[in-house]
């Protein structure tokens, strides 16, 4: 079975900073990676996601997450975080080629700070 | 295209009595999960459909049921409420059943049960 790590219950940073929010997993077959955030009140948005081919991906708003193969790892950054961004970012993963179900992190609460 | 719509938004049942929640997918959309959201146990996967059978089932008791119709629209229920089982309940849909395709979260039922 598979499994997600987030490292990082809470990351507060200033507004303007970069952050890096990390990302474990863990499986013994390939896998698909997802982030995904969750404003107050509100289901989850995707902010990206890697399939295969280039192991960095761009997403929404301005988010990044690169792919690590021997680390196992998938870790979401941001050069410049604004206000807005705060919200909780959860990290997922599902078997390639399997029906859909995502495994999720424990999520990450990220809080910018003015 | 509007998006995933989940009915109601807030329930509150009280103990032994059993709920229905109901989840329109987006137009289109064939694939249809579910998952569990609380404070404690993070999110979690209760079961998908596709093309009206249930393809794949999390880690839950039998209380926890679903169906979904030919329209693609899906219904969860649980009998026999707990205190447990409060919770944010997501609705996702997806165009395929396969891993590849991005799932579409609607805003959540929260159920508190007393």
């Known amino acids: 079975a598979q499994s997600v790590t987030q490292l990082d219950s809470q990351v507060p940073v200033f507004e303007e900073a970069p952050v890096e929010l990390r990302c474990n997993y863990s499986?013994?077959?390939?896998?698909?990676l997802f982030w995904y955030v969750q404003y107050p009140n509100q289901g989850l948005q995707l902010l990206l996601k890697?399939?295969?081919?280039?192991?960095l991906v761009k997403g929404i708003n301005g988010f990044e997450a690169e792919f690590n193969k021997s680390q196992t790892s998938f870790h979401l950054r941001k050069p410049s975080v604004h206000i807005s961004d705060t919200a909780e970012y959860f990290c997922?993963?599902?078997?390639?080629?399997?029906?859909?179900?995502?495994?999720f992190g424990s999520g990450t609460q990220l809080t910018v700070l003015p | 295209k509007a998006g995933v719509t989940q009915t109601p938004r807030y329930l509150i049942k009280t103990r032994g009595q059993q709920v229905t929640l109901s989840c329109s997918p987006i137009s289109g959309h064939r694939s249809v999960s579910w998952y569990q959201q609380t404070p404690g146990q993070g999110l979690q996967f209760l079961f998908e459909y596709f093309s009206e059978t249930q393809r794949n089932k999390g880690n839950f008791p039998g209380r926890f049921s679903g169906r979904q119709f030919s329209n693609s629209r899906s219904e969860m229920n649980v009998s026999t409420l707990e205190l447990g089982d409060s919770a944010l309940y997501l609705c996702?849909?997806?165009?395929?059943?396969?891993?590849?395709?991005?799932?579409?979260f609607g805003p959540g039922t929260r159920l508190l049960v007393l």
């Open positions: 996702a849909s997806s165009l395929a059943g396969d891993g590849t395709k991005t799932q579409y």
């Open positions: 890697y399939l295969s081919g280039s192991t």
């Open positions: 499986s013994s077959v390939s896998v698909y």
């Open positions: 997922a993963v599902s078997l390639s080629g399997s029906a859909r179900q995502l495994t």
